[in-house]
């Protein structure tokens, strides 16, 4: 048998082993990230505090309820006291210790004001539900974080603070509107 005969019956059977449907549909949720943070220079952790806040988002597959393990990108723009910005972006992996609060870790690479690289990963811990009529999911909890640069100078950012879902910052908004319609 030729090689590309072998190849196309592997893939055949390979196909075969799917399942015959899969219901597990990608959920995104947008928030909004504040808490008090320590910076420090030279990988020093906790020189000076200060106000930190960041817009996320993320976006998870594999999961089709509470109780699924989800994994999945996530974006984030943050600053540390308003005077310097960060973007960056990773993956995010949810782990249902419970199926009402499970943990969330999040790993990535960021651009420091677009002069430096950092690294850094985020701990969430919260509610996080899973949607089982849209591709949006709300969470509501606690994280903590913390990056390095990777730059001369080694920035440090530790943060930990309160992650509040778009939805509960939209909602009085809406709800004001609809109120005058």
Not at 7 to 36: D, E, F, K, M, N
Not at 87 to 105: H, I, Q, R
Request: aromatic share 12%; with cysteine.
């Amino acid at each position: 048998m030729s090689r590309s005969a072998r190849a196309l019956v592997l893939s055949g059977g390979l196909i075969t082993l799917l399942p015959a449907s899969a219901t597990a549909a990608p959920q995104g949720r947008g928030g909004v990230r504040a808490g008090v943070c320590g910076t420090g220079l030279e990988r020093k952790v906790w020189q000076a505090t200060t106000f930190c806040g960041a817009l996320t988002g993320d976006l998870l597959f594999g999961r089709e309820r509470n109780r699924d393990f989800g994994f999945g990108p996530f974006v984030e723009l943050s600053t540390a006291g308003f005077w310097d910005l960060r973007l960056g972006g990773g993956a995010t992996a949810l782990v249902p210790v419970s199926p009402d609060f499970p943990l969330a870790v999040s790993l990535g690479v960021y651009a420091h004001e677009f002069e430096a690289a950092a690294v850094g990963g985020t701990l969430f811990w919260g509610a996080r539900s899973f949607n089982f009529h849209g591709a949006y999911n709300l969470a509501l909890g606690l994280f903590g974080s913390a990056a390095v640069d990777l730059g001369a100078d080694h920035a440090t950012v530790v943060t930990i603070g309160a992650d509040i879902d778009a939805f509960f910052i939209a909602a009085p908004f809406i709800l004001l509107a609809d109120a005058f319609r």
